[in-house]
């Protein structure tokens, strides 16, 4: 068959299968069809088949298929190697359509939720200009680009938005994307939620009668069986635990941080302040020197101000975990940055898994016009949790060097993020 479009959207049936961005092939797609691959004539995968247009009263196809891209394919493909149930995307904001003077889509906020979105400044009755790099004309544009990422990615968005004196601003930021489906909470100790799956109701039982208890979860048998590990979260954690130490191998060999364990200080000058001034910043950790004589305790020095947070006390109140004010939790992240490195898996009694592959953007000096494609590197992630607290560690696939991590001490905050760079061996 022809590929006779690209970037076509197909519309949710009944909430489901939504095609966004997708591949429309002249060929005959059946039922039945639905996952096989979609070839160019140089034999490369470009996407995987899905749907077909079919006449209303019978499954014959009309002679028009449609397929998932390569490109989507890619995007999602870390997450499934690493076992994960993967969620598309959602912004936190309601969009709408309209037209200017010029008959140029336009693309405006028209509602919005709290969300990451929010937090970077988006506001109602901004305009969209571009998602992900791709210009915004239209609602179904935006979905288009939408649904080709998973949640939890973070990519850059231009708005513009009109001022009252007459003139306008127009910024870019890097916002990271929700889920769309509906989660149950998961619990403090970091397992991931669980996508709500809609229950039957019920049916009623005669008086005195016990109901039988539900069938337990479906498990492989034959051969494949040993290659299947059932984990809350996971649509196979398995997987997941061959790319989590593949991972922690790899990074071991740029060194081994295991007999760092104990006390810890750096010392350094830097710039703190929304100014920027130049101070002396003094970090420790004191092994077992919190009050209970057991747990560890975190201090900190800028510019002669002394704060101290306990990371595993269970009183320790949640304002705390985030000093010094403005930084996010730099002593938690302090902390977290020894229990990886000292103590590895060891060091968390939470979550410790492979979360699949996500842009990471490197620092840099030019805040007022950013290059974030120049900037991006798709990195493997690393999650964590310890007493309540998520960590997202990013390594480079060339080498697994730490490329940078964020710590979470409220999920409705933005995180402490932590960058590395000009690494040097220890001579």
């Not at 979609?38 to 019978?58: C, P, V």
């Amino acid at each position: 068959g022809l590929v006779s479009g690209t970037h076509r959207y197909q519309y949710p049936e009944k909430g489901m299968f939504e095609y966004t961005d997708c591949i429309q092939i002249d060929t005959s797609i059946n039922p039945g069809n639905s996952g096989g691959p979609l070839f160019n004539m140089n034999a490369e995968l470009i996407g995987i088949n899905g749907r077909g247009s079919f006449d209303k009263r019978s499954r014959i196809n009309s002679g028009v298929g449609y397929a998932i891209s390569i490109n989507q394919i890619k995007n999602f493909m870390g997450h499934l190697r690493a076992g994960h149930f993967v969620d598309h995307a959602s912004l936190g904001a309601v969009v709408a359509s309209g037209f200017e003077e010029s008959a140029l889509g336009k693309v405006s906020v028209s509602g919005m939720i709290d969300s990451d979105a929010s937090r970077r400044g988006i506001k109602i009755d901004d305009q969209l200009l571009y998602f992900a790099g791709r210009p915004m004309t239209s609602v179904n544009q935006f979905k288009n680009v939408l649904g080709l990422y998973p949640k939890g990615w973070r990519l850059p968005l231009t708005y513009k938005r009109e001022l009252e004196n007459g003139s306008s601003e127009r910024k870019e930021v890097l916002v990271r994307l929700m889920g769309s489906e509906k989660m149950e909470i998961g619990n403090p100790n970091g397992a991931p939620p669980v996508p709500v799956e809609p229950k039957p109701m019920p049916m009623p039982l005669p008086k005195g009668q016990i109901p039988p208890k539900a069938p337990g979860p479906k498990l492989p048998t034959g051969p494949a069986a040993k290659l299947y590990e059932a984990k809350p979260g996971y649509a196979n954690y398995y997987f997941n635990k061959l790319e989590k130490e593949k991972l922690l191998n790899n990074f071991k060999k740029n060194g081994d941080f295991s007999s760092l364990s104990g006390n810890w200080q750096v010392q350094t000058t830097g710039k703190i302040g929304d100014k920027g001034r130049q101070a002396v910043v003094v970090l420790r950790i004191l092994a077992k020197g919190a009050k209970d004589a057991k747990n560890d305790l975190v201090q900190g020095i800028f510019d002669g101000i002394d704060f101290s947070v306990e990371p595993l006390a269970v009183e320790q109140v949640g304002k705390v975990l985030k000093d010094p004010p403005g930084s996010g939790g730099l002593l938690v992240a302090f902390f977290q940055l020894r229990q990886l490195l000292a103590y590895g898996e060891k060091g968390f009694v939470g979550d410790f898994s492979h979360g699949g592959i996500e842009p990471y953007y490197t620092p840099s000096e030019n805040t007022l016009k950013p290059n974030f494609a120049a900037q991006r590197i798709d990195a493997e992630v690393l999650r964590t949790n310890l007493a309540g607290v998520n960590t997202k560690w990013y390594f480079n696939p060339a080498d697994s060097k730490l490329l940078g991590y964020e710590v979470s001490t409220d999920r409705e905050d933005d995180p402490c993020e932590i960058h590395f760079s000009d690494y040097k061996k220890d001579s």
